[in-house]
């Protein structure tokens, strides 16, 4: 039988602590919204990059490749790289110190990221101005999903998760309507669209004051009274007793692994670790930070002049937004799976719609007929969305909800790594393959595509409605795949927990 979901009322103090933690998530979306913008920037390209802006302007240049340039895409790639590094930081941050004092750390890199970037004069300023971004993404994204996944009641976990993607899409999205704001100002539009990265580093900073920190991080570092009334407050209720005891346990068992890293190369880690890193590998590999990194200069490579391009890249950013809320309202009633399977299907059709229109009708040379850009904006949009409500916010949410206490931080942060690591590459190669593959490179987005949706079927498992620590007990040793990995000197230990 089904263990009865803990009492929970959500107040506005909770709240609050849901929207201020999510701002992580708006920080990281403003990032990836801006750097293309700007980079289509005459007045950035003249001064940073002035080869490439030659090539733009040569009417006979090639579209596919008039941008193709590894220092152009270092600027984008760089912070990527940054935040690799830092999020092994960041993970042994929330063991010790805990997740908040965590948050606070990235929103300070982020405003020293915003302050290098906006006055940069040379190339090595803009550089190290990503690469400060960079460890405030890395400590931002492996802090708050995993402190949502912590403070959020088990019936409303998915949704209140998803808030981090939903800010990621509000970030990019306001990123985009920036650049359209800035791109008429010159010649230091650029300086304002990265200095406005402080605003929500600010706000972050702020409101990491304002947050309770986890009662499982306060148990987990032996401030069990602390805990028991951080639990009380984020709950809005005083019986809280059987949550806390599930807690209390599982951090004791917690306590008896000295070494999280070297757990997670046993057997039993090999299940949550496969899911982790694979579900943030393979949400990159969807194409979709290809599309968002570089969407004004993927819509001027179809014809559309500098504002209309940086319009229709608004365009989609609300689509973005909008269809986040669809994966907030349904991941809890319909699963993490079946979000995943629908949109496997609705973005292949869309990406390998848009190979096709632009292996046919974009041609090296000239713009493409206005209709049949239209056509693409579109098909991008439908792309977008099923996005949103899927391999966006699921990429963050399961893995950050798989992993037992023990190993948590550690699990998350090689799931984090493995993302900025695949978006490094992603931005890094993106307009060189662009270059290379030309309209080709949307089928090779499309056949991973496949390989996901094939990876949902055989090997991902339902998460809805499990309790955070009871996830071993109630999921790995049930899936057909996985049960076989989950050693039996373990058994014990985890079944108190469940």
């Known amino acids: 039988m089904a263990k009865p979901l803990y009492q929970s009322i959500t107040t506005n103090y909770v709240l609050a602590c ?3 933690a999510a701002f992580g998530g708006l920080m990281f979306g403003y990032d990836i919204g801006i750097s293309g913008g700007v980079t289509a920037m005459d007045d950035f390209l003249i001064k940073f990059f002035p080869k490439i802006h030659e090539r733009k302007l040569h009417a006979k240049e090639d579209n596919y490749c008039k941008y193709d340039d590894q220092m152009l895409q270092l600027f984008t790639s760089s912070l990527y790289l940054a935040a690799l590094v830092a999020s092994f930081g960041a993970s042994k941050a929330c063991t010790v110190f805990g997740r908040k004092p965590t948050i606070m750390v990235a929103s300070t890199f982020f405003l020293a990221g915003a302050g290098f970037s906006a006055g940069a004069e040379h190339k090595w300023m803009l550089i190290l101005g990503r690469i400060l971004f960079g460890f405030g993404v890395g400590f931002g994204n492996e802090a708050v999903p995993v402190f949502l996944s912590e403070i959020a009641p088990v019936q409303h976990r998915g949704a209140v998760n998803i808030l981090f993607q939903l800010f990621v899409t509000i970030g990019i999205f306001i990123a985009n309507l920036v650049n359209y704001s800035t791109s008429t100002i010159h010649p230091y539009g650029w300086r304002v669209s990265l200095g406005c990265a402080a605003v929500p580093g600010l706000v ?8 309770t920190e986890s009662p499982t991080s306060l148990v987990e570092r032996g401030k069990d ?8 407050k984020i709950r809005g209720v005083d019986e809280v007793d059987a949550e806390y005891e599930e807690i209390k346990k599982a951090c004791e068992l917690a306590k008896e692994v000295k070494q999280p890293l070297k757990k997670l190369m046993k057997r039993s880690s090999v299940p949550p670790m496969t899911i982790g890193i694979l579900m943030q590998i393979f ?13 004004p200069v993927l819509f001027q490579t179809m014809g559309f002049k500098n504002d209309a391009s940086l319009l229709s890249a608004v365009i989609t950013g609300i689509v973005n937004v909008a269809s986040t809320f669809v994966s907030i309202y349904a991941v809890d009633k319909v699963g993490r799976r079946k979000l995943l399977l629908q949109a496997c299907v609705q973005m292949f059709i869309a990406q390998t719609s848009i190979g096709a229109i632009l292996m046919v009708h974009l041609k090296t040379t000239g713009t493409m007929n206005s209709g049949l850009a239209a056509v693409v904006v579109v098909l991008v949009c439908l792309y977008v969305m099923c996005f949103a409500w899927s391999w966006g ?10 992993f037992p206490l023990e190993t948590r931080t550690a699990g998350f942060a090689f799931a984090v790594s493995s993302n900025m690591f695949m978006t490094f590459v992603i931005a890094q190669a993106f307009l060189s393959m662009l270059c290379h593959m030309r309209a080709f490179i949307f089928f090779f987005f499309s056949a991973w595509i496949l390989v996901m949706g094939l990876f949902v079927v ?17 999921v790995w040793k049930q899936h057909p795949v996985w049960k076989k990995f989950m050693d ?3 058994d014990e230990k985890n079944r108190q927990i469940a």
């Open 204 to 211: 972050l900073f702020f409101g990491s004051i304002i947050l």
């Open 283 to 295: 949400q990159q590999l969807t194409g979709i930070n290809a599309i968002m990194f570089y969407a």
């Open 458 to 474: 055989f090997l991902l498992p339902e998460t809805k409605g499990v309790p955070i620590d009871s996830i071993v007990e109630r």
């Open 488 to 490: 039996d000197d373990d």
């Open 18 to 20: 849901w929207i201020l």
């Open 393 to 402: 916010p699921m990429g963050w949410l399961i893995p950050s909800e798989t």
């Open 225 to 232: 009274t602390d805990g028991k009334a951080a639990l009380k």
